[in-house]
């Protein structure tokens, strides 16, 4: 189940405080953005939404700000070949993603295997598992609609 927005953003103000780093404007901004946002935003595209309210604001501001929330385990990293890095407020931990290989839409796949293809490695393999990575590539419905 998908946390709410009011979730996201309240459990990492939590962390953040729990951890006695400062709550400010810009830092708080980022966070609503990122507790908010399904198509996983890059360090770009939260900058192009921040400047303008913050006109002080830098990239290197947004991706360290990121990189602390990433630290303390709210911000799921991902990184594709080609294409900006981008982040995952809403779904913080490994999960399933389908991109498009034309516009680098990302959107998050609901598997109900899930849970029973990592116990099935799990038992094949000998391995615990402790983090992993799917990602299926392929063009989405708008590009494929645009030719």
Do not use: W
């Not at 998908?2 to 708080?28: F, G, W």
């Not at 002080?56 to 947004?62: D, E, N, Y």
């Not at 890095?85 to 680098?104: A, E, Q, S, W």
């Not at 295997?113 to 000998?126: F, N, Q, R, V, W």
């Amino acid at each position: 189940m998908v946390p709410t927005y009011r979730e996201r953003y309240q459990a990492m103000v939590k962390k953040l405080k729990d951890n006695s780093h400062k709550l400010t404007p810009q830092r708080l901004a980022i966070i609503r953005i990122l507790a908010g946002s399904e198509n996983h935003p890059s360090v770009e595209d939260i900058y192009n939404l921040l400047h303008k309210r913050f006109p002080g604001i830098s990239q290197a501001t947004v991706y360290r700000n990121i990189m602390l929330i990433k630290s303390l385990g709210e911000v799921l990293e991902i990184g594709f070949a080609g294409a900006s890095t981008r982040y995952d407020g809403i779904k913080p931990f490994p999960h399933p993603h389908v991109v498009c290989l034309k516009c680098n839409k990302i959107i998050d796949p609901e598997l109900a295997s899930l849970h029973d293809m990592t116990k099935e490695i799990t038992d094949e393999s000998g391995f615990e598992i402790v983090t992993f990575r799917l990602d299926f590539f392929g063009v989405c419905p708008e590009c494929r609609a645009m030719g």
